[in-house]
């Protein structure tokens, strides 16, 4: 009975390991999400350390936590080592895919979802514009070209043969970083101009776009004597991943079963599993903006650049038509190995065995777990407002607005100096109502 034991070892080894990444994480935004980044990066060093396959996506999150304490450089190294990680990794090991069959997507490596890839380079901008500034304009321009390839490259295709990337909606906060970098040159307002007509175009709705694509047209970074301020808020708690189960795939498996078993002499093991696959979650979230007060200056509230809830959500849909043939092509290879073993052995003349092999096919089929990888402290969206000040030291008063319009956290309060005709970045992440970590800014250099 060798057939019948090498069965039951891959049962054995698939049983193995059976917690998602989602289980892992709680923990981790908890402790991130409530401000005690010391806890959130102890969970996360401890989490690297013990699941090394897990390492890239979980240095992201270690990436954000040091982000929001002010470490950006530190921030800005594993951001760098991860995004060139992905790109080794996307061209994805056969042997890993073959295993995959056997057990789930989790034994792929994990090269990162799409939303991600790109959301790499729009942190690593921002960590950039915190520190000496020199690569910022490449890693926003990287935005625009790393989608473009995705789309271009994308091998998911539909039914007809439609590619499943092709309505994937443009990042605006690209363009917007590009277009401020630009405009503090005072000679570029042309690219200026197209860079912000992409914002524009992108998301019609961003209230700024027009004023800022007027100024550029007129080629004004700022008047004499004053200076540009640029608030970056990181809003709300991110989307993540989490396993769900899909009933309507497992009704038809139920059909394919009895087709199967209708069609040889072999009974399959029934399924009684159903079929796990990653769908996004999106917190509800009680912030809608940050309202940005500078002392002695008309104040503003920040607007969403960028919507991450929304961009992962959609791309988790556009692709969940390949998810689903993933999982139902496991399924059928694992009912395909049992049935073969039942063949190779002759079950026909022991109905105990065939019982026994049918039960551990269901056991197999139900330690399948979804693959809920994912870079899990992102922000729900990222948000700007652009001010125009006097130079000078100026006090910033940073306080979150709910749903209602009403503030409903404590103001944050930070020094910054603004320079003659130059760009000061401020970036404040605000999950829930407090501020977790403090108020970066660049104008100490």
Known sequence: MPKLYALVAVVSAAL??????????QDIRAAYNSGNTTAAKTKLDAAIAKNGGDADVLKLDRAMVLLSEGNYREAEKLLREVRDRFEEKEGKDLAEGALSMLTD????????????????????????????????????LQVNQKQQLIIEKSKSKDAEGKNLKANYKYVPVGPYLHAALREETHTNYDDVARSLELVAQWLPDFPPAKQDLERAKSGRHSRPGC??????????RGPYKDE????????????ADRILTAAGKQSLPPTIAPIKVPRVVRPINQVASVNVNVIGHPEGRTQTITDIGQMASEQCEALMTETLARAIVRRVVKKGIVY?????????????????????????????????????LLP???????????????????????????????AHITKVQVRDGRNTYALANFPDARLVGKIVTNDAK
């Open 340 to 376: 073969g073993v039942k063949e190779a052995i002759g079950t026909d003349k022991s109905q105990m065995t065939s019982l026994a092999l049918n039960a551990a096919g269901v056991v197999w089929e139900a330690t399948e777990s979804a693959d809920t990888r994912c870079w899990g």
């Open 244 to 255: 769900k189960a899909e009933i309507a795939t497992t009704a038809a498996m139920l059909v």
């Open 105 to 140: 997507d989790q034994q792929l490596a994990y090269a990162g979802e799409d939303y991600e890839k790109v959301l790499i380079r729009v942190m690593l901008a921002l960590c950039n514009l915190l520190g000496d500034g020199a690569d910022a304009t490449a890693y926003a």
């Open 380 to 410: 729900d969206k990222i948000q700007v407002l652009r001010l125009e000040l006097p130079a000078g030291e100026h006090t910033l008063n940073l306080q979150t607005v709910g749903k209602n319009g009403a503030f409903i956290g404590p």
């Open 227 to 236: 200076g540009v301020l640029y608030v970056f808020t990181l809003v709300g």
């Open 16 to 25: 193995i390991g059976c917690a998602t990444h989602a289980d892992k994480l």
